[in-house]
């Protein structure tokens, strides 16, 4: 019997999941607030905002069910994803760990990577670590916490392109692909090798990974991989062009929403589409993408990078946010070339609140991408901060007919 009633909530929530999203909610919500959203209304293009937001109720077991919303959403519209893409090459970084189940290789253990290709660079130390040597567990802090550009791209080398597509197409994250590294001008041939990589125990080597090469393409073919009318290139000239993005990542919001709820959620999946996680790593994944940089001790932040940094919904990434001590943020954010977006779960430990809110936005006004001209500050920032907002108030005060158990989510920083 209690085998039954396991497989009748599982397809009960399979069902939620694949649900179409309530399109006129979110419409009707945003409309109702022109005070806070009349630039997005009143813009041509809405600024290219899409958002999903999904509700979550609890039933006596405490089993999560799903109710989702959303407002332009479109996964054949191109944004960059920017730094988002981090998230599931995190989560695919530990998988691999798991799956190699070699004694004593785990995400504390001593990685060095080596370069083997041009352009490609080494890493054989990590000041930020409390050993100075990197690991793959000290990399998915700095990108959970302050969104480190260097630290995805040795997991995107680790990983390898062909196994991130390979996962992602898995776990039926179909309109998505992670082809390169980030900040570095990663493209065409070199972002299809990846370096070599030793793993050490004290001065043993446990694990030797070659480079490798993935002679795969990807290709997608999306509406708006061409825009604006110029942008700069690595020579800093002008050129009067549309920017081309087809060559680069994809990870539209619908997915981007979708590997938050299987790994903050995976009792609400079958036990052959979770993530192949450790109790240990759902913890580890869960603390520091809640975790603010100043509660970090290693890696330690400066005071550039404050509590708000990586949180843009809710706190519109400002230094001056006063931070609510009872709601924590499990999140990552990306920005870049005018976009920014946060695929976030809020979780309100006083008022029994949660509810999972993924949105992107993108300003830029002269139509020049690479000059380091965008309105995240006036625009982006400013809508992701009331639309976060909004939504946590209509949250405040929407019944519920059983309050969340939420420990899980609770530690201690």
Do not use: W
């Amino acid at each position: 019997m209690k085998y039954f009633c396991t497989i009748t909530l599982l397809m009960i929530n399979m069902l939620s999941l694949a649900q179409s999203p309530d399109t006129t909610f979110l419409k009707n919500l945003v409309e109702s607030h022109q005070e806070l959203f009349s630039h997005i209304l009143n813009h041509p293009t809405h600024n290219e905002v899409q958002i999903l937001y999904t509700q979550i109720d609890r039933d006596e077991n405490n089993v999560p069910h799903f109710k989702s919303f959303s407002y332009r959403l479109n996964a054949k519209h191109y944004f960059y994803p920017a730094s988002t893409v981090k998230l599931p090459t995190a989560i695919f970084a530990l998988e691999k760990l798991n799956e190699l189940n070699i004694p004593h290789l785990n995400k504390n253990t001593v990685m060095k990577t080596d370069s083997s290709f041009e352009g490609e660079t080494r890493m054989i130390q990590d000041s930020s670590a409390y050993n100075l040597l990197p690991s793959i567990g000290n990399y998915i802090k700095k990108i959970l916490l302050v969104s480190d550009n260097y630290a995805y791209n040795r997991l995107y080398e680790f990983v390898g392109r062909a196994e991130i597509n390979a996962k992602l197409k898995k776990y039926g994250l179909n309109n998505t692909r992670i082809i390169g590294r980030l900040a570095i001008g990663d493209g065409g041939d070199a972002a299809k090798h990846t370096n070599a990589i030793d793993f050490y125990k004290g001065e043993k080597l446990i694990y030797h990974q070659p480079s490798q090469y993935d002679n795969n393409d990807y290709p997608m073919h999306l509406d708006n991989m061409l825009q604006g009318k110029g942008y700069i290139n690595g020579n800093n000239q002008l050129i009067m062009q549309p920017f081309d993005f087809s060559n680069k990542n994809v990870y539209t919001i619908a997915d981007q929403q979708m590997v938050l709820k299987r790994l903050l959620f995976p009792e609400a999946f079958p036990e052959d589409e979770q993530f192949d996680l450790k109790p240990t790593d759902y913890d580890f994944l869960y603390h520091y993408m809640s975790m603010f940089p100043n509660e970090s001790h290693y890696p330690s932040y400066s005071s550039d990078y404050y509590p708000a940094f990586c949180k843009f919904l809710f706190y519109g990434g400002d230094s001056t946010a006063v931070i609510n001590p009872d709601i924590r943020i499990f999140n990552k954010v990306g920005d870049s070339y005018g976009y920014d977006i946060d695929n976030a779960y809020f979780v309100d430990f006083k008022n029994k609140v949660e509810f999972i809110l993924t949105a992107v936005v993108q300003s830029n006004d002269d139509g020049i991408y690479n000059d380091d001209k965008y309105e995240y500050k006036t625009i982006c920032l400013p809508f992701l901060k009331n639309l976060g907002q909004v939504i946590y108030q209509y949250e405040l005060n929407r019944p519920k007919k059983y309050l969340p158990d939420l420990k899980k989510f609770k530690f201690s920083y």
